[in-house]
């Protein structure tokens, strides 16, 4: 019996230990075939200047209501938040791309129901102090909600945010929802 279960012990020990050492050799990042298909990245480019992303104040929320129910809290249909902004930066022909990305998360009201949300995200680029506009694009991004008990998250991106690369450090970039100006009245 007791002979038995030691060898039943060495033998799952044996089994984890081959499997870490197969993960392991599938990690490493050793030569071959796929090395010399992949390009290196230039120390330049990682110390390249790549404008950071925030939120502007005001645009990290987005809510939906029933008709006829603008900021009444029980006819709310969805409410959506930014949770997390960034950036990655390429250079090519004089001219600086950004994929900018945002995460957040849509939360069904009581008027929830399954189906498909349209979000107004924009996407700017402003440089100096006078806020001189580089790039600026509102999208209409859709998420589906299938359950409205719980939240839904996404994740929105717009890769080709493009404009010359800047003499100096003074770009700005913002996103967020952006539902146009408040109506009259207001």
Do not use: W
């Not at 230990?17 to 992949?38: H, N, R, T």
Request: aromatic share 6%; charged share 20%.
């Amino acid at each position: 019996m007791k002979f038995r279960s030691i060898d039943s012990r060495v033998v799952v020990g044996l089994a984890l230990s081959s499997l870490m050492i197969i993960v392991a050799g599938c990690q490493s990042s050793g030569g071959g075939a796929d090395s010399a298909a992949k390009p290196k990245v230039a120390e330049s480019e990682l110390r390249a200047y790549c404008p950071n992303v925030t939120l502007r104040e005001g645009t990290a929320f987005f809510s939906t209501y029933a008709k006829g129910g603008q900021d009444d809290a029980s006819k709310l249909v969805y409410q959506a938040s930014i949770a997390q902004v960034t950036r990655a930066c390429s250079r090519a022909d004089g001219m600086l791309t950004l994929n900018v990305a945002i995460a957040g998360k849509v939360v069904p009201g009581p008027e929830g129901a399954p189906g498909k949300m349209t979000m107004p995200i924009r996407v700017v680029a402003v440089q100096g102090m006078d806020q001189k506009v580089l790039y600026s694009k509102l999208h209409k991004f859709e998420v589906t909600v299938s359950d409205t008990s719980t939240a839904t998250q996404f994740v929105f991106n717009d890769p080709a945010v493009t404009f010359p690369i800047p003499a100096e450090q003074n770009v700005q970039l913002y996103a967020g929802f952006d539902e146009g100006p408040p109506a009259k009245g207001k």
